[in-house]
């Protein structure tokens, strides 16, 4: 039989009697240690007699809550009976193991080992103590036998058939034990721990595909309707652009649009390309296609000092922040320059900055082939309204 | 006259006056108010119907016969005569004296009762935020219906089939009467709009009718006669995307539109458009939506684009065009 341990933390403190007894109040905190990770916190009573210096026995009574995070506080009450050696005189340790026996739970073995302490300002002993709780995951208690009824009726058998086991649809679809279990359990082991808690027990059952339901311990089969069909997303961009879908990459399209089935619901979209990172957001429902647009990849303009073919650090910094958001496009660089000056030297200052712009985005990493450099334009009167003191490069992305 | 008998032949909520009648005694015999009678029938204060008129009766719906949701987009509400709001679904049934009221980016289209299965009927399209009463409605040779819009528009299509229909849309300003659909009716602040799309229509208000041939329009103020015609703007011819083109981009575009202030465009999952799925207005000859959310599981899309001028009247839309989907869109 599987066994679910958990870790307790249980600080105590003590009013002893004259005597090498005392009773005491405790509250812990309790946590799975495996899968589903909860916490528990609750009052233990008990009382302890030290028949001699080296031994002790102690008898308790424990109260603790069902896991927060279920519709009721299922109470258990638990009585537990250990022993275990003290020092003498204090402080000294605790050392103890016990076995429990709560009333809506299957019994349960705790070793611990503490340290007992006096608090300032206290006569009694206070203890805080460590411990290892096992409880088996299995069913307690064998089923209770089938109440007897008074019946003019045909005799009834004498052992009534034990209930077919409970079908869960799909059978792949886990469920969810509650305390003192926890545990998500396959559908197919559910039946036999289902049994052991009462009829009323709220279970949740989950299946990818399925709607999560909550049905009850002791109802019957438990069929769980499909989720929503799916959506669709198109995501409109441009050519060379990279998109993400929720966590999945989408293949490249030439078209710049692409093409995902979503789940029904809200729905993020990155799109990486030209030189631009966005995200774009909607929500889509099932049955539904839902078109994004993408914004276009924007020009980009680097400007020179007058008659320089030098790039600045800054344009260096832009160049290489553009070259990781390329995607999969490549760029066109175009240089221009002032229409100041001899036709010929403009024309090599204007091949000057689109080498000096090309070289930057290969250094950043865009592989050679991907960059085009156009023959200059010089003396373009549009290059720059202001004079001659600046020209400009565009990059522009290409398919 | 202020109705002809051949155009409105309802069999629960017309009277036709007598020589001799008042407005007070007819509303007296129906249990009416002589304002009620008066606002049902477009009529002035001070109007006196001559005898022959048909005037229409409020609040006589002929139970009988209802009419059939047969297209929603959206949500829409029913309030049926003395019962509870409940949301109106696609398929559901609507009796006489339901009032539909369409929500927000709601669209919902009624099909008005047919003679015999197969036959011809009617339908009523309500745009977003639109408030309709189904008033009455007749089967047989003298297949009408009547219908009161308080909020929004309707559209009346033109009836399938050779049989002749007349369907009467009542406004608090105004009263259309269309024989074989093809209008449409806006209610406005103080005012009813009627455009007379592919059908003559009358328009009757302040005692007086008017006849609206096919592409005309004419606007009755609450209270007087209606407008005088006018040309409906022209539709724009789209350009993209083309015939049967892929959706792949939502870029729609179409030719200006002389005399247009702006343009309606609509998509539908039916060449009747009969089930519209989203209507969007602007003020340029194209329109490039940033989101497009469009079901798959229909037939096809369909588009057309329509153009209104200053005046608020819109035009006669254009012929539809069907667009596919993208590869990999669907289940």
Not at chain 1, 347 to 371: F, K, M, S
Request: net charge negative; hydrophobic share 40%.
């Amino acid at each position: 039989m599987p066994i679910a341990t958990s870790v307790q933390l249980v600080g105590e403190y003590a009013e002893e009697a004259p005597g090498p007894s005392g009773i005491g109040l405790a509250a812990g905190a309790e946590a799975r240690l495996w899968r589903a990770l909860h916490a528990e916190a609750g009052l233990q009573a008990g009382a302890s007699g030290e028949p001699s210096p080296v031994g002790a026995a102690w008898a308790g009574l424990r109260l603790y809550p069902a896991p927060p995070s279920r519709e009721r506080a299922l109470l258990s009450v638990g009585a537990a009976l250990g022993g275990g050696w003290r020092g003498d005189p204090v402080p000294h340790a605790w050392t103890g193991a016990a076995v429990e026996a709560p009333l809506r739970a299957g019994p349960a073995i705790r070793v611990e080992a503490g340290y007992r302490f006096d608090l300032p300002g206290t006569d009694g002993a206070s203890f805080l103590r460590v411990g290892l709780v096992s409880r088996p995951r299995g069913p307690a208690a064998t089923p209770e036998p089938a109440p007897v009824v008074a019946s003019t009726g045909p005799p009834a058998p004498e052992e009534a058939p034990p209930p077919p086991p409970r079908r869960f649809e799909p059978e792949g679809a886990l469920v969810w034990i509650p305390h003192p279990w926890c545990e998500w359990v396959p559908a197919s082991q559910a039946h036999a721990l289902l049994g052991s808690l009462p009829g009323d027990t709220r279970v949740e059952v989950l299946a990818p595909g399925y709607l999560p339901t909550v049905a009850d311990s002791g109802g019957g089969d438990v069929r769980l309707a499909p989720a929503p069909r799916q959506g669709t997303v198109v995501v409109v961009g441009s050519p060379g652009d990279r998109f993400r879908v929720g966590d999945a990459d989408l293949p490249p399209s030439p078209s710049g649009v692409a093409v995902a089935a979503v789940p029904e619901g809200p729905v993020a979209v990155e799109v990486l390309g030209g030189g631009r990172g966005e995200t774009l957001e909607g929500a889509v429902g099932a049955g539904y296609a839902l078109w994004l647009r993408a914004s276009r990849p924007p020009p980009v303009e680097v400007r020179f000092a007058e008659g320089s073919a030098q790039l600045s650090g800054v344009d260096r910094r832009r160049i290489a922040d553009m070259a990781a958001r390329r995607g999969d496009a490549g760029f066109d660089v175009v240089g221009s320059a002032s229409a100041d000056g001899t036709p010929d030297g403009n024309t090599r200052l204007a091949d000057a900055r689109a080498r000096a712009v090309a070289d930057a985005l290969v250094a950043a990493g865009v592989p050679d082939e991907h960059v085009r450099v156009l023959p200059p334009v010089a003396g373009d009167p549009a290059s720059d309204p202001t004079g001659d003191r600046f020209a400009r490069i565009q990059l522009r992305s290409t398919p | 006259m202020i109705l002809s008998l051949a155009h409105l032949a309802l069999a629960a909520d017309h009277h036709v006056v007598r020589p001799g009648d008042t407005l007070s005694a007819i509303a007296s015999s129906r249990g009416l108010s002589v304002e009620a009678l008066r606002v049902a029938n477009g009529l002035a204060p001070t109007a006196t119907p001559e005898a022959g008129t048909v005037l229409l009766v409020p609040g006589a719906p002929d139970h009988g016969r209802g009419a059939v949701c047969v297209a929603l987009t959206g949500t829409a509400r029913a309030l049926p005569p003395g019962g509870a709001e409940v949301p109106l679904a696609a398929g559901a049934s609507v009796t006489a004296g339901t009032t539909v009221c369409t929500d927000a980016d709601s669209f919902l289209t009624l099909r008005l009762p047919t003679a015999r299965a197969g036959g011809a009927h009617d339908e009523i399209s309500l745009v977003a935020r639109t408030c309709l009463t189904l008033d009455a409605s007749s089967v047989g040779a003298d297949r009408s219906s009547l219908v009161t819009v308080t909020r929004g528009e309707v559209s009346v299509r033109a009836a399938e089939g050779d049989d002749a229909a007349t369907v009467t849309v009542r406004t608090p300003s105004g009263v259309t009467t269309g024989e074989r659909g093809g209008f449409r009716v806006t209610a406005e602040e103080g005012a009813a709009r009627t455009e007379a799309l592919h059908a003559p229509v009358e328009v009757l208000g302040g005692g007086v009718r008017r006849d609206l041939d096919a592409g005309y329009g004419s606007r009755t103020r609450t209270g007087e006669a209606p407008g005088e015609p006018v040309a409906l703007p022209p539709p724009g011819d789209p350009e993209r995307p083309g015939h049967g083109e892929t959706l792949l981009r939502p870029d729609f575009a179409w030719a200006p539109a002389a005399r247009a202030l702006g343009y309606r465009i609509e998509l539908a999952a039916s060449a009747d458009f009969s089930r519209v799925l989203l209507v969007e207005e602007v003020s340029t000859p194209s329109w490039q939506p940033e989101a497009l959310l469009l079901p798959f599981r229909v037939p096809g899309i369909w588009w057309r684009v329509s153009s209104f001028d200053r005046t608020g009247f819109l035009g006669v839309p254009s012929a539809a065009r069907p667009v596919a989907f993208p590869p990999g869109v669907g289940p």
